[in-house]
């Protein structure tokens, strides 16, 4: 992946919006959703992806563990 990734502050019921290469990708609520995002978009390796990754994810609000 060139463009990072970037999980935006949960919301008041937990969501959080992912977007990718400008485009949303959808909500997430837990780490499989962000996972699956990336499959969908094409990743060739969306399970071996480490989410933790700074140079891939942006996470603002806390990170995956959040």
Same mark, same amino acid.
């Given at each position: $992946?060139?463009?990072?990734?970037?999980?935006?502050?949960?919301?008041? %019921?937990?969501?959080?919006?992912v977007r990718y290469g400008g485009e949303i990708l959808? $909500?997430?609520y837990q780490l499989s959703d962000i996972v699956e995002f990336l %499959?969908?978009?094409?990743h060739p390796?969306?399970?071996g992806v480490d989410l933790a990754?700074?140079?891939?994810?942006?996470w603002r609000g806390g990170g995956p563990e959040t």
């Open positions: $992946m060139e463009k990072r990734v970037v999980i935006y502050l949960p919301d008041e %019921r937990g969501w959080r919006k959808g $909500m997430a %499959r969908l978009a094409g390796d969306p399970e990754d700074a140079s891939l994810f942006e």
